[in-house]
């Protein structure tokens, strides 16, 4: 009993310093999120339950917007489910990576990762530091409710809130930057990531932004594939 | 929104988001996979950043209300990355974005 609170105090300062600057991103995010929700008619405890639920924050996003428009629930539930089908791509790339955790333990972990939860502990696997089970999902819940509580509250304080959006969004911004920083390690995650770029661009030019982040990441896989292939050849 | 509406936006989303979560790894994980599926797994996090982060800073309308409005977060998201390649801080580079946005958004 002693081992195992000792082992859960020595996580939570290691895990507190990678989590806080996300956690504080997702405050200003949340509220944000938070009031926008309130004005599409949802209150604190709906939100609540949407944020804690596996719903990503561009997709609460999308969700205000798209009923704020007047899109009937039809159209809006597919858009959803389009931009946030990424997550299956989050969760294979995270599959081998979590080979050595239970499948018990594998699962709970990708039940409850956030965006920026999945690119801390994959890095964290990636570069074979002592990151247990214990961290990967103590990271996830303090951010899953981090966000959740910050979203609550958004909707609580409603419009009364004067928070900046496009300066909140753009420290979600900054901290993609950075986790996609982490992942240009050669030339040919350099391609992938540039043509994922363009793709996006590319999707949202041919009318087709409610999916353009998976179908980007997609084509930004195969560029990488034919780049290794190429340079293979070339060798 | 009634609270109908929120359920049925609420159960279908979250079921679908779960599936996408849950599945990948109930049927990958423990699994040799064939090398070219695993290079492929291997480039999914540079694709995905680097799509949300086009989705966050690029749109055909990007420019309509001028050029500077559009180039200015291009502007901090290159400090952003300068910050990245120096500090390997995520601390840094949230700070020294948001700073860099506000400061440009005031020229």
Known sequence: MVSVTKNRSSVFPEILAVAWPVMLSYVAVGLACGVLADQAGMNGPECFLLSATYLSGSGQFMISNLWLQGTPIASLAISVCAVSSRFALYSASLAPALARFSKRESLAIASTYTEEAYGITLGKLAEGSSWSFRHAFTLDIILLLTWSVSVAAGAVIGSAANIPTAVASFAMTSLFIYLLSGQLKDRTSVVVALAAALSVFLAKCAGAAGAAVPIAALVGVAAGLIAAAVRRDQA | ?107
């Open chain 2, 1 to 107: 929104m009634s609270t109908t509406d929120f359920l049925v936006i609420w159960l279908v989303c979250s079921a679908f988001i779960f599936c996408c979560r849950v599945l990948p790894v109930a049927l990958l994980q423990g699994r040799s996979l064939p090398p070219r599926v695993e290079e492929a797994l291997s480039y999914i996090p540079a694709a995905v950043f680097a799509a949300l982060v086009a989705n966050d800073l690029l749109s055909p309308t990007m420019f309509a209300s001028g050029v500077w409005p559009g180039l200015m977060p291009l502007l901090a998201s290159a400090v952003v990355c300068l910050i990245a390649a120096k500090t390997k801080s995520m601390l840094w580079c949230c700070v020294g974005g948001i700073a860099a946005y506000i400061v440009l958004s005031l020229l």
